[in-house]
């Protein structure tokens, strides 16, 4: 796991110590070692490079060149498949020097060109300069589980695995683009291939590109929707073919992932996808595991422990877990600086203390991410079937649920609360169409909110939403499928996944995620709907899939979510600085009558705005800052 940059320049120089000043703002990223390469000739390239080492730790020194020294890789993540690859280059009559991936990756770019990536199993974000032909090819892992930024204006092509590696280059403008600002009010994020900067795209999961003779080429080599459509008329539906598959692939995945020259673990939070990959784990991993966990102290309906250490003593690992309470008010520059753009996903705040924990005591952990993304795990995805059933209830029952859910509180403090909370969400997409329920649970600040929030001239006037653009790609698929793939192309990438790789690299941790092998996602795909939500229970096939080694109350137990008390703190010890600042006056975005309005609603309790709040917290403190 690292950090990658890089600059090719068709005219002129490239500016002495431009690459060196892109690697410093992600230096968390790769805490042990730094190389760079540099090609002196037009076109002119560099390439810079930071490590934390996890494979090969003295000889896998990047920028690293392939056997025939023409091809030059920068690369960060992991290919889990990089010896089987290497042995089939070795009988190729391909040398190597390390036992590095990385020089896996420049080989087989020499052996089979950009074709080489449809061969990885990994999460990938690399680059490989071609010296001979000045060729530059840059490549993100199918499912975006690493990032990439770029920025192209004709003559300078950059990227990097970091945003702020641009603020250093004065020819880069950082214009806001209001587009982007109006998808992270209404989601908490922004989704690829936009950035917070009209000029800086991110690449798209599955995609490359191509720089050569001065122009770029952007492609997808991997895409869900082709795969959606090719396996249509297949889908599966018989339990025992699904749940043997499903067992053989994850364990696999497990397997691969488990390859570490240094200490590992596992995120267990107790949950049904981290308590898998812990069964897995004990069985295959040499010694005892070792999992995490961390709760905040007085906040006790998020402090799910107990189930974690319940799996710990089923599976005889070494289980840490620490009880926090973070002082926001002195790590809330800290937290923002690692997000790199605007992100207001407020369980970030619980990733980024459960990876420095658990950095305490190993360099890779596993995690259950994407197991409710590609096997529906959330409660929305059996909405529509609980519609379905509360629209068949007589009206004297539906006016009760009602008044009882606006009479009480709602809260993630405590059980109560949050079940008004959740009933609040299904009260209100009760009354739209089918197709807009969906955008609808996913959205924060609405439009409509945005319209009275934002100065005239960031309002975005376009009424078709991120979500509804991505939905709309995939109108002929029943509900479950479609809010699947909408989530798959929108949430995991923009939201959970970089959540997890800003969290975990922030402290020179590197975050596994078995859930996303490619293989078990593309099967997963194949899956009838009806076996991944069957009645109003969800995520059913993966839990019948692992019937046989987790305890079915563990398995069935109501889902909890990896949550972040921020409504609470936003009421308590990070008040003061949280109305510091939102009212301050270095940035010109946001109405205060109407920032004050929100602010004072949550304040007495009148409504549980704290996402809101936080999503315009993050934004003023990352403006403040990047931009003044």
């Given at each position: ?366 995690s259950g991410t994407g197991g409710d ?188 979510g990896f949550a972040f008390p921020i ?62």
């Open positions: 796991m690292c950090g990658i940059c890089g600059f090719v320049k068709n005219n002129g120089r490239i500016a002495p110590g431009i690459v060196e000043k892109m690697l410093m703002p992600m230096k968390h990223r790769g805490p042990d070692d730094e190389g760079i390469f540099k090609d002196d000739t037009s076109p002119f390239s560099a390439l810079g490079h930071c490590r934390l080492s996890i494979i090969d730790l003295e000889a896998g020194h990047q920028p690293m060149s392939d056997d025939s020294n023409r091809y030059v890789c920068v690369h960060n993540g992991e290919i889990y498949n990089f010896l089987d690859l290497r042995e089939s280059l070795e009988k190729k009559g391909y040398k190597f020097r390390t036992k590095s991936d990385a020089e896996v990756i420049a080989n087989m770019y020499h052996a089979h060109d950009k074709e080489c990536v449809e061969k990885f199993n990994g999460m990938f974000a690399f680059a490989i300069w071609d010296k001979k032909e000045k060729v530059l090819f840059v490549c993100r892992d199918r499912i975006g589980i690493k990032p990439l930024y770029y920025y192209f204006d004709g003559n300078n092509f950059i990227f990097s695995s970091n945003l702020k590696s641009f603020l250093a280059l004065d020819f880069v403008k950082k214009e806001i683009d209001h587009e982007a600002l109006t998808e992270y009010l209404q989601y908490l994020y922004i989704n690829a291939p936009r950035s917070i900067f009209k000029e800086i795209k991110k690449l798209e999961p599955g995609s490359s590109i191509l720089l050569k003779n001065g122009k770029i080429a952007v492609e997808r080599y991997w895409n869900i929707e082709d795969i959606v459509s090719d396996k249509k008329p297949a889908l599966i539906n018989d339990e025992k073919i699904c749940i043997n598959e499903i067992k053989f692939l994850l364990r696999d995945s497990i397997k691969k992932r488990l390859i570490s020259d240094v200490p590992l673990g596992i995120f267990l939070s107790g949950g049904v996808d981290s308590s898998i990959i812990t069964a897995l784990a004990a069985k295959y991993l040499t010694g005892k595991i070792r999992t995490f966990n961390i709760a905040f102290k007085g906040k006790g309906y998020y402090d799910e422990s107990r189930f974690a250490k319940r799996v710990s003593r089923l599976f005889g690992t070494e289980h840490k877990e620490l009880e926090v309470s973070p002082d926001l008010r002195m790590d809330l520059s800290e937290i923002v600086d690692f997000l790199d753009e605007p992100f207001a996903d407020s369980s970030f705040v619980s990733a980024y203390y459960l990876s420095k924990f658990t950095r305490e005591h190993v360099k890779v952990a596993l993304d590609v096997f529906a795990g959330y409660r929305r995805y059996a909405l529509n079937k609980a519609i379905d059933i509360f629209d068949r209830g007589p009206d004297f029952v539906k006016k009760g649920f009602s008044f009882i859910t606006n009479s009480i509180f709602p809260t993630r403090k405590n059980y109560i609360g949050e079940k008004a909370l959740l009933a609040r969400r299904f009260f209100s997409v009760l009354n739209i169409e089918k197709d807009k329920r969906h955008d609808k649970l996913m959205s924060f600040i609405s439009r409509d909110m945005q319209k009275e929030l934002l100065s005239t001239s960031a309002i975005n006037t376009d009424t078709s939403t991120m979500l509804a653009q991505v939905s709309n790609r995939f109108m002929d698929q029943p509900y479950v499928n479609k809010a699947l793939y909408t989530d798959f192309l929108s949430y995991l990438a923009g939201d959970l996944l970089t959540k997890e790789d800003r969290a975990t690299m922030a402290v020179g941790l590197e975050g596994r995620v078995p859930f996303l092998d490619h293989r078990l996602v593309e099967y997963s795909f194949q899956i009838d709907p009806e076996l991944k939500v069957k009645g109003l229970s969800t995520k059913y096939i993966l839990k019948r899939a692992f019937e046989d080694i987790l305890p079915k109350d563990l398995l069935h137990r109501e889902k909890h409504s609470e703190y936003l009421r308590g010890e990070l008040k003061d600085t949280a109305k510091e600042i939102l009212f301050s006056d270095i940035h010109r975005f946001f109405n205060q009558n109407t920032l004050e309005d929100l602010f004072n609603r949550h304040l007495d309790r009148k409504e549980d705005l704290g996402q809101h709040i936080w999503a315009l917290l993050v934004f003023n403190l990352w403006y403040e800052k990047n931009m003044s």
